[in-house]
């Protein structure tokens, strides 16, 4: 019975691993264009959606930690990869990753919390602004069935991208005397 038992979990790992891309950039060194890595970094994101679909968030979580740790910055330049990260880490519950992803965009906190599942009719996610922090509140059969082009993420993409414009330059009128003074 145990040979069996170890037969399965066997064949339930080779098949996971077949989910798995071989690694992050399958053909060998980091993709060298930008539009290159975008669409590596958009497979693999894809990759993790399906395997949390398929019931394996710990290997989702992990294509996705591999995914954002190492390529952020073209994350957080392009709007569609910033949708596609916070749709793959959410399917996948990487919550504290997305968590750091937000911080790394935005500079702000995020923290989610998942209600009980029997809380009645599905609720639709709920946004607690705090001075430091950013909390959602979301209900996971809500969360089950999160598509990529939903306007809960539509919005929350935009609001993550919205760049505010850099104060202007402005000229000092009068000159500054710039020497050391002795103490």
């Given amino acids: 019975m145990w040979r069996l038992i170890r037969a399965g979990a066997k064949a339930m790992a080779e098949q996971r691993h077949d989910m798995l891309p071989p690694a992050l950039w399958p053909n060998g060194p980091r993709p060298s264009s930008e539009d290159a890595m975008a669409g590596a970094v958009q497979a693999a994101l894809t990759t993790a959606v399906a395997l949390a679909r398929a019931g394996d968030c710990r290997s989702a979580r992990q294509v996705c930690a ?43 906190s995020v923290r989610v919390i998942l209600l009980p599942e029997d809380a009645g009719p599905i609720a639709p996610p709920l946004v607690r602004e705090e001075p430091w922090r950013t909390t959602y509140v979301l209900d996971p059969r809500w969360l089950a069935r999160l598509a990529p082009d939903d306007i809960f993420l539509r919005h929350w993409c935009d609001v993550l991208t919205a760049r505010e414009p850099d104060p202007p330059v402005v000229a000092e009128s009068e000159p500054v005397l710039r020497h050391l003074e002795p103490v």
Wanted: charged fraction near 15%; charge should be positive.
């Fill in 66 to 108: 591999a995914v954002v740790l190492d390529a952020q910055p073209i994350i957080a330049a392009r709007k569609e990869l910033v949708a596609v990260a916070l749709h793959a880490l959410l399917i996948a519950e990487g919550f504290k990753l997305l968590s750091g992803l937000v911080m790394a965009v935005t500079g702000r």
